[in-house]
């Protein structure tokens, strides 16, 4: 028998479509259906025809039964575009199989969607197989945290350096982002870096070893682009800056600055000389400086002082006086040691480079 033969009924089912008297228009879409697909070739002429009438009766028909043609549709190269345009703004149910994967779908048809239409359409579409950036960029602008999630850890989506910067910002102040934003491939390493202070070990963990793979060239240009990000002024000042940074620099000045003087800033509660000088070790701003201290974040501090080649028992001293609080502190100050003494050197360095951004960008 001839595959031709499903096609030959084309003319009696357009007019069974048309005859508005017809009593099983779904049964009538189905055979429509099978006789598009059934249709070994088809004239410009029959797939216009094709489109025009499944549209009229897809408008017909129940939800389940526009899902199940949707469905039908969703993956064939050749569907009829106007259909599946259709199907691509109807309630989410009937348009997530074509948003998810039809390639009848163009950039302008997904922004569109995109533009107009809820969160669980914004999913569909961000876990096409590839997404451009213009459409991800009206995700980014308009998703939920669910949404951009979704988009996050679907390495097919392209995100413009705007949409990154956008997208790490939300992350940073939700938990639930934290991970498919570290594990993002594409996400530019300057704000992967932004990440660390804000993640949980496992993930800092990720990132220092990104860190120590990354091509060198890879690493100068990530540090171009973090630069014409920063922002040259992260915050006030204490009051007492001045002063304390006028003693440090007499300090530096007659080659007093040593690691062991940051210990007795320490010890003696002089906070702001304390983070001037370990600005000025580890060359960092005093904002990154502050927000490693501030925050209690010995990881961190591991990373500054293992880059600056400080000894081990110094940085225990360290972790222990800014612990003295706690009623651990000595336990945990020796959990950190061992965690120090296991942080690779080089990529320590290089995740220090990242932290150097901001004190780059205030000389400039």
Same mark, same amino acid.
């Given at each position: 028998?001839?595959?031709?033969a499903p096609?030959s009924?084309?003319?009696d089912?357009?007019a069974?479509a048309?005859d ?10 189905r055979?429509?259906?099978?006789s598009? *697909?059934g249709?070994?070739?088809?004239s ?7 489109d ?8 017909d028909m ?10 039908? *549709? ?8 106007s259909?599946?345009?259709r199907?691509? &703004? ?15 779908l ?11 239409q809820g ?11 590839t997404?451009? +950036?213009a ?11 669910v949404?951009?999630g979704?988009?996050?850890?679907n390495d097919?989506?392209?995100l413009?350096?705007?949409?990154? +910067?956008?997208?790490?910002e939300?992350?940073k102040? &939700?938990?639930a982002?934290h991970?498919?934003?570290v ?13 660390y202070?804000?993640v ?7 990132i220092?070893e990104q ?5 060198p ?6 540090l171009a682009?973090g630069r014409a990000?920063?922002?040259t002024n ?6 007492d800056?001045s002063e ?5 620099d007499?300090l ?5 600055l040593t690691?062991?003087?940051l210990?007795r800033?320490?010890r003696?509660?002089?906070r702001?000389? *304390?983070?001037?000088a370990?600005s000025?070790l ?5 904002h990154?400086a502050?927000q ?10 591991a990373v500054?002082c293992r ?7 110094l940085f225990?001293?360290?972790?222990v ?11 945990k100050?020796?959990?950190y040691?061992?965690?120090?003494? +296991?942080l690779?050197p +080089?990529?320590a360095?290089?995740?220090?480079r *990242?932290?150097?951004?901001?004190r ?5």
């Open positions: 028998m001839s595959d031709a096609a009924r084309l003319p089912l357009i069974m048309t508005g008297s017809s009593e099983n228009r779904r049964k009538l879409l055979e429509l259906t099978e598009f *697909f249709a070994p070739t088809r410009a002429a029959e797939d216009s025809l094709y025009s009438v499944l549209v009229t009766l897809a408008a129940g939800t389940a039964v526009r899902a199940e043609l949707a469905a039908r *549709f969703a993956t064939a190269p050749d569907a009829p575009a259909l599946i345009r199907l691509a &703004n109807d309630e989410a149910a009937v348009a997530s199989a074509v948003l998810r994967a039809s390639p009848v163009t950039d302008d048809d997904l922004l569109s969607v995109v533009r107009s969160q669980e359409h914004l999913r569909a579409v961000s876990i096409r197989p997404v451009s +950036e459409v991800s960029d009206v995700i980014v602008e308009r998703g939920d945290d949404t951009l979704t988009l996050l850890r097919g989506a392209q413009s350096r705007s949409a990154s +910067e956008t997208a790490v939300r992350a102040a &939700n938990p982002l991970e498919a934003t594990a993002r491939n594409a996400l530019p390493p300057d704000l992967l870096n932004d990440m202070f804000v949980e070990a496992r993930l800092r963990q990720q220092l860190n120590a793979r990354m091509d060239v890879l690493l100068e240009t990530a682009a990000r920063v922002a992260d915050g006030a000042l204490p009051a800056y304390c940074l006028a003693y440090v007499e530096r000045a007659a080659g007093q690691p062991q003087m210990a800033f320490l003696s509660g002089g702001t000389s *304390f983070l001037i370990l000025q580890a060359d960092i701003d005093f990154t502050s490693i201290v501030e925050r209690r974040d010995l990881d961190a501090l500054v880059s600056a080649e400080l000894d081990r028992a225990l001293t360290y972790a006086v800014l612990l003295n609080d706690d009623g651990d502190a000595m336990g100050a020796h959990a040691a061992r965690m120090y003494a +296991e690779a +080089e990529a360095q290089r995740t220090l *990242f932290w150097r951004m901001r780059t960008a205030q000389a400039a």
